[in-house]
């Protein structure tokens, strides 16, 4: 039985932190390790993992937000596969136990993720279509936005040792940068099942602190059209989604007086040139 690496990074979460635990040790599916890496908490957090010494792997770091979190977690890990799960986010108890059966069926599959519920202020909600889960090779599905969810998603640990970890840099968007790099390389498939509690509307979730998610979202998609791991046709999609984003995040800054941010987003797709006919 392959060994699973779960892997929970959590800041200022300790409302929270305990269910996401609880969820992750009820799985039916073993061998697992919990790795929690607390990311320089300041409210109980320290508190909620002293109570499950010896059942998890608690690691304490400087903060440095959910990429650096993560990268902390993927080095400690000795699983095959590696699963992450957000502090504010919930596991029902088959999801390991489903995707592992996934990769035993399947052998060549590297990555999957599972359907998802969504809960906005402890009430149930549908997710929009642009949110929609897809399977295989979803590399234009993942241009415009992220439709890969970090809580659902599973990975050999070997997808990172080809495309490298999470990036460090990005204070937000860093896992839409992550299925920028590995959606060209690898199907990323879909369990069509929701085996995730997706929670959200909370003060403090992260998307709703951090601005301007959108010019994140540019600076990756400059990355991957500068890889050099793209098809002809994988560029051209790339390139018309920074053109996209570009236009209405310059848009967005010449409204708000902001003309020389504008102008320069704006002119940024200028340095790329199409490939494909």
Not at 55 to 64: D, R
Not at 90 to 97: F, S, T
Not at 137 to 151: A, E, K, M, N, T
Not at 200 to 212: C, E, L
Request: proline share 5%; glycine share 6%.
């Amino acid at each position: 039985m392959s060994l699973i690496s779960v892997i929970i990074p959590a800041y200022n979460r300790s409302a929270f932190l305990q269910e996401a635990i609880e969820s992750v040790l009820k799985q039916t599916y073993q061998p697992f390790e919990l790795i929690v890496v607390d990311d320089g908490s300041t409210d109980d957090t320290a508190g909620v993992l002293s109570r499950y010494a010896g059942k998890i792997s608690a690691l304490s770091v400087s903060h440095g937000g959910p990429s650096t979190a993560r990268n902390h977690g993927i080095q400690a890990a000795h699983g095959d596969y590696i699963a992450f799960l957000d502090s504010d986010d919930l596991w029902l108890p088959g999801k390991l136990a489903a995707q592992m059966l996934f990769f035993h069926n399947n052998p060549e599959a590297r990555i999957c993720q599972t359907e998802e519920i969504w809960m906005r202020n402890s009430v149930r909600v549908n997710p929009r279509q642009k949110h929609k889960k897809y399977s295989g090779w979803i590399f234009d599905q993942c241009l415009p936005l992220c439709v890969v969810s970090p809580s659902a998603v599973m990975m050999h640990r070997s997808v990172f040792a080809r495309v490298g970890l999470f990036d460090e840099t990005f204070p937000a968007c860093e896992d839409y940068d992550l299925w920028l790099r590995i959606a060209p390389l690898y199907p990323i498939y879909l369990i069509d099942k929701p085996l995730i509690i997706k929670r959200g509307g909370h003060r403090d979730q992260q998307s709703k602190n951090v601005p301007a998610l959108d010019l994140y979202r540019i600076r990756a998609l400059c990355k991957i059209l500068n890889s050099g791991i793209l098809t002809s046709s994988q560029y051209d999609m790339a390139l018309a989604e920074l053109k996209k984003k570009c236009r209405i995040y310059g848009n967005g800054c010449l409204k708000r007086g902001r003309k020389k941010e504008g102008e320069e987003i704006q002119q940024l797709p200028s340095q790329y040139h199409r490939i494909a006919l």
